[in-house]
Structure formats: C-alpha cells, structure tokens
C-alpha cells in the first residue's frame, strides 16, 4: 500500500510537467488551424505587458512647469558658479572632519523635528532612538559634534519631517514647487517647512521658548553657513545626478518626488 | 499508525525540497553579484591599470549580468519602441547601452572604498528576485536594490537571472528614464533623442 502511495506521489510530483506537455501536444495536433506563430511584436507586446508594473510612472501634476524650469536653471547657474567654488575654497581651508562634526553639530539640533514628527507617525520606537540619540551626542558627543550613538551604540537617525507625517496620513504631493536655492519640491512639502521651521532653535522670530538665534540677520547667517556646509560635504553629488538627466527639469522633478515616496513608505 | 508518518514525512521532504531550490536560486544570484563586485573592487583599486582600460574590463564583466537590450526597451515604452523600425531599434538600444556604460564608469571614478552588504532578497514573482543592498562607506549607506528577473529562453553570453532595473534611494533607473524619454518625445522626435543620448 505504502509502495503504491509512494509511487503515486512520485508521479504526481515529477510528471505533472510531461502529462500537461501531452495534452497541448494532443490539441495543437487535432487543432491545427489554432497554432499561431508568435511574431517578434507579439514578444514584445508580451514583454511590455510582464513589465508593466515596474516600469509605471506616477503622472506628476504640473500646473507651474513654466516658473519651475526657470527656477531649476536659476538653481543650476547657481550651484555650479556660487555654491560649489565657494564650498571647494572652503573644503580646502576646513577640514574634511570638522566640517562633518559642524554638519552633526546643526543635525542635532534638529531633534525636535525628528522626535516630533517620529511619534506623529506613531513610530514610538524610532522617536525612542532619536532621544537616545540627542541624549548621548548632547553629553558623551559634546554638544553633537560627534555622532557616539551610531558609531558606538548603533543607534541609527530616522529622518522625518511634516511633509512625511502629512504623506504618511495619505497627503499627496501636490503641485511640484522649485525652490529658490533648496531646489524640488511640492505644495505638501513647502508648507512643511513652516512648522518644521518652529521646532528648529534656529529662527528669526521672538519665541517664548529658547532659540540660538534671534534676528533675521543671525538666522540668515547661520542657515547660510548650515546650508554651505552641508554643500561642502557632497560638492560632486549635484554634478553626479545631473549627468543622467537628458531634460534637467523633468529629470530632478522625477528624481525628487520617487525618493519622496520612498522616504514616506519607510 | 507508522505508515501515515511515513507518508506525511515524505510529502514534508518533498516540500522542503523544491523550497530549498527557490532559496537556491536566490543565493546565487546573491553570490553572483557579490563575487562580481568584489572583481571589480579589485580592478579599481589596481592604479596600475589605465582607466579606459579598467572601465571596458569592468563592463565585459558586468555585461552578462545585466539586461541592457531589456532596458533600453522598457525605458522608451511600447508605444514609441513599436513606431522605431528595425534600423532604428538597434541604433536606439546601441546609444542606450553605451550611454549606461558610460554613466557607470563615471561614477566608478568617483569610487572611495565602499563596500556592497547584502541585506534582504525577496522574490516577489516565480521569476523575479529583488536583492536589496546597501553601499556602505564611512558609516554611511546607500541603498541600493538591484532588480533580476529570469527570462523564458536563457540568452546568448548571459546569465540566467537578469537585472532589469536599479533602484538607488527608492529612484528607478527606469522608470526615470521613461518618464525623462516620454516627455523629451512629446516636443522632440526620436532623432532628437538619439542625439542627445550619444552625448
């Protein structure tokens, strides 16, 4: 009994490929007239068809297309004959580490940010880890200029701002926005800014809470010295991007709103 | 009592069997692809090669694993592939290629150390495998997801399994060159767009 059931699931297992070979061999032999030859445009049909869904581009809304193109060339112009001469002149008088503790230094400031926008997305876990993150690289990192938690504790950042904590309850972009100087963006994202912008110590106005700067002038300076340094530490990504971009605009625009929806995934 | 044990224990092997052969497959497309770049790790690190010579020794290395002849396809669409004669075809997949080889060898130049870590491989179809990677270099990581699918008919001087697309940051390769050719034809002919390709 044993042997028949053995013999049984052995046929079932390993000629099941053969018998359901024989059958369409018995009905392209009886139906001859229903062969049919497959063409090299059949293939490719097939091809396109099997591929669909990984080659399926979100249709962005654009209705300021005109304003972003300029913008994206005005940025252009000024990354390639503002930011990056002024970040080379200063990556050959700063070095390369304490640029990259100057660039932790601003990142830690951003906690409240990241803490905040960590639990409006009910990632308790990862808000966890951010505050253990600022505790140690306030303390054992002086002030955040070293990054300990990572490099000893492997305690990772998980960035988060509002645009993702709007796109995580299911915000959609919106219309792609180019920003003066920070580049692509979109409505959702944009507005983010705004009360990102009030968990950041860094600010111009009078709060009641304590914040490093005070007045325009010092919120300027301090934004700009932020934002050169961080330019300083990746002068050759823009360059390295753009290389693949037949039509820049498009190009920056696809770029930036897939890397977005990844980050919101996450 | 002993004979249904027997009978559930074989059905058992059977199943463990052809699930040990999808795991198979999967690691090694895994070794596959962390064996070539250890290769080519090492002709990068070689200064004593010239760099047009390192970059041609490092895409006949890769060439078999990748799918350009795929890509280039996908990425113009079905649409715009189909109106292409077949001179056309070939000249268009011929630029793409060349074009992503260069694009590659350009950003080896820029290559400082970094290592490739396997982290995750998923299979999400019979005949898909997902290996997503980081690019660690300074603490820092990159993700990178390279996407292999198995072709029906193996092809000529090629691997089994096939990448079709790379996802850098969440950011296609191909769905971002579609999206760039499809908009760059609704102004511009397919000429237009060789030319600037060959660039």
């Known amino acids: 009994m044993l042997k028949l059931l053995y013999i049984l699931c052995l046929a079932l297992v390993f000629f099941t490929g053969c018998s359901s070979k024989d059958i369409s061999q018995i009905n392209a032999s009886t139906y001859p007239q229903e062969k049919k030859l497959t ?11 099997e591929f669909e869904d990984d080659t399926k581009t979100k249709d962005i809304f654009d209705p300021f297309s005109g304003y972003n193109r300029f913008m994206t060339s005005f940025n252009d112009k000024l990354y390639i004959y503002a930011l990056t001469p002024i970040s080379r002149g200063y990556n050959t008088v700063i070095h390369y580490e304490i640029r990259k ?45 070293f990054d300990p938690a990572k490099n000893y504790f492997n305690l990772e950042a998980h960035e988060e701002d509002f645009g993702q904590t709007l796109g995580y309850y299911g915000v959609g972009g919106g219309p792609h926005i180019v920003l003066p100087l920070f580049g692509p963006s979109n409505l959702r994202d944009a507005i983010s800014i705004i009360p990102d912008s009030y968990l950041n110590p860094i600010d111009y106005t009078n709060r009641e809470w304590f914040t490093l700067t005070d007045t325009w002038w010092t919120y300027l300076g301090a934004k700009s010295y932020e934002y050169v340094n961080e330019f300083s530490l990746n002068v050759d990504s823009y360059d390295r991007l753009k290389e693949d971009s037949i039509d820049l605009y498009p190009y920056l625009r696809d770029v930036y709103e897939q890397y977005r929806d990844k980050q919101i995934k996450e | 009592m002993s004979n249904i044990f027997k009978k559930i224990l074989f059905i058992f092997s059977i199943f463990v069997f052809t699930q040990n052969l999808i795991a198979n497959e999967q690691i090694d497309v895994k070794n596959k692809l962390l064996d070539k770049m250890d290769k080519i790790i090492i002709i990068v690190q070689n200064k004593n090669i010239p760099i047009s010579k390192r970059n041609n020794k490092i895409i006949d290395l890769l060439t078999p694993t990748f799918d350009f002849e795929l890509m280039a396809k996908l990425s113009l669409g079905k649409k715009a592939w189909k109106e292409l004669n077949a001179e056309n075809k070939k000249k268009f997949t011929k630029l793409y290629v060349k074009r992503m080889e260069k694009s590659y060898s350009s950003k080896l130049d820029k290559y400082s150390n970094e290592v490739v870590e396997v982290k995750e491989i998923q299979q999400p179809k019979k005949n898909r495998i997902y290996l997503i990677t980081d690019l660690v270099n300074n603490n820092k990581k990159l993700e990178i997801i390279y996407k292999y699918y198995k072709p ?19 950011v296609s390769i191909l769905k971002t060159d579609k999206a760039q050719f499809k908009e760059f034809l609704q102004t511009n002919t397919i000429y237009a767009l060789m030319e600037v390709i060959s660039k």
């Open chain 1, 101 to 145: 503790s100057i660039s932790n230094l601003f990142n830690n400031l951003q906690y409240p940010t990241r803490v905040t926008n960590n639990i409006l997305q009910a990632k308790f876990q990862n808000a966890a880890e951010e505050t253990g993150r600022f505790v140690l690289n306030t303390t054992i990192g002086i002030l955040g200029l």
């Open chain 1, 39 to 49: 063409t090299d445009e059949d293939m490719n049909d097939e091809l396109f068809d």
């Open chain 2, 152 to 170: 029906k008919n193996q092809k000529l001087n090629k691997d089994n399994w096939l990448i079709y697309d790379v996802e850098i940051l969440g």
